[in-house]
């Protein structure tokens, strides 16, 4: 099992471009989530979701959009990127609320 | 939400038990202590969690306080692949969804 996937791993956009990440996990979990982590700091919520069609906002979502159309897919988008979003994603996944989380590798972005 | 302060870094050998430390004095009756750890470039990982009896896992021992504000991971027979930070974190639910709140860890160090 792959286990939770993101795509792409490494990224730099210019200020005002728009992106997607791509999040997809093989577990048939409920829940997902993306976090975001910047230097020297711990993990902080952007959005997540509780199941296939549902949304919500996390500590910090400003700037950012996110959709769950398909139960294995999440996908976070970053409409006019800033600077400020230079930053490295993580997305995870856990089959319910009160269970573990599993972790992808990360997405490093750098916005110039 | 409730907040946990740990060590910022700690040093151990290899072959040697580890303990980390983590305070969480505003804990409340229903949130659970879970710990995670993140290995250097990737994501965090599930370790152990919770609620008020001592846990065991293939991984580690967590001990938690009577009064539950605090608590104790244990790594029994640190190896070098254990080097990594450790986040203690108080799960909170929102709308069932698990929202983990991620501080700044414990950066483990173990010298061959």
């Known amino acids: 099992n792959a286990g939770v996937t993101q795509t792409p791993k490494f990224r730099v956009l210019k200020t005002g471009q728009s992106m997607t990440l791509l999040c997809a996990q093989d577990m048939n979990h409920e829940y997902m989530y993306w976090y975001r982590q910047d230097p020297g700091m711990g993990l902080r919520l952007i959005h997540y979701?509780?199941?296939?069609?549902?949304?919500a906002k996390g500590e910090v979502p400003d700037g950012y959009n996110v959709s769950r159309l398909k139960k294995q897919n999440f996908l976070l988008g970053l409409e006019s990127a800033a600077p400020s979003q230079t930053s490295v994603y993580f997305c995870a996944s856990s089959y319910f609320g009160g269970q573990p989380q599993h972790f992808g590798d990360g997405t490093r972005l750098s916005i110039l | 939400d409730a907040k946990t302060t740990q060590p910022n870094s700690m040093e151990s050998n290899e072959e040697e038990p580890v303990h980390l430390p983590c305070n969480h004095s505003?804990?409340?009756?229903?949130?659970?202590i879970h710990w995670y750890r993140q290995l250097p470039s990737q994501g965090p990982e599930y370790v152990i969690h919770g609620l008020t009896s001592n846990v065991n896992n293939r991984m580690a021992s967590l001990a938690i306080a009577e009064d539950r504000k605090s608590s104790t991971l244990i790594l029994h027979r640190a190896t070098l692949r254990d080097a990594a930070v450790y986040y203690c974190i108080l799960r909170a639910l929102i709308q069932g969804a698990q929202k983990l709140v991620f501080g700044q860890g414990t950066r483990l160090t173990i010298n061959p």
């Open positions: 979701s509780v199941g296939e069609g549902t949304t």
């Open positions: 505003t804990i409340s009756g229903t949130d659970y």
